[in-house]
């Protein structure tokens, strides 16, 4: 579950418009997730942007994703570390 709202996640913030290499605030990542979410019609329509980016642009998609997954990844992991939540294999 958690692997899968990561990568919806880094899909809205994929398809947001905050620049790559940029390290923004937990807040303003989550509002421009929201708005992204909303804007494309929902998590699958995030999805089907971010498909249409490595189709028609791969050179520059591969290196945003990347972005996108590692500011999720840090803003969203350091969260549930400091409100002590723990994953069980």
């Known amino acids: ?3 899968m709202l990561t990568a919806a996640r880094a ?3 994929f398809t947001s418009h905050l620049s790559t290499g940029t390290s923004p605030s937990y ?3 989550d509002a421009e997730i ?3 979410v909303r804007a494309h019609g929902g998590v699958r329509g995030c999805a089907a942007d971010v498909a249409a980016e490595y189709g028609d642009h791969p050179e520059t ?3 945003r994703m990347r972005w ?3 500011v999720v990844l840090q803003l969203y992991g350091a ?3 400091r409100a002590g939540w723990a994953l069980v294999a």
């Open 1 to 3: 579950m958690t692997a």
């Open 11 to 13: 899909e809205a913030l």
């Open 27 to 29: 807040d303003v990542v």
């Open 34 to 36: 929201r708005r992204a």
């Open 61 to 63: 998609a591969a290196p």
């Open 68 to 70: 996108a997954r590692a």
């Open 79 to 81: 969260r549930r570390s």
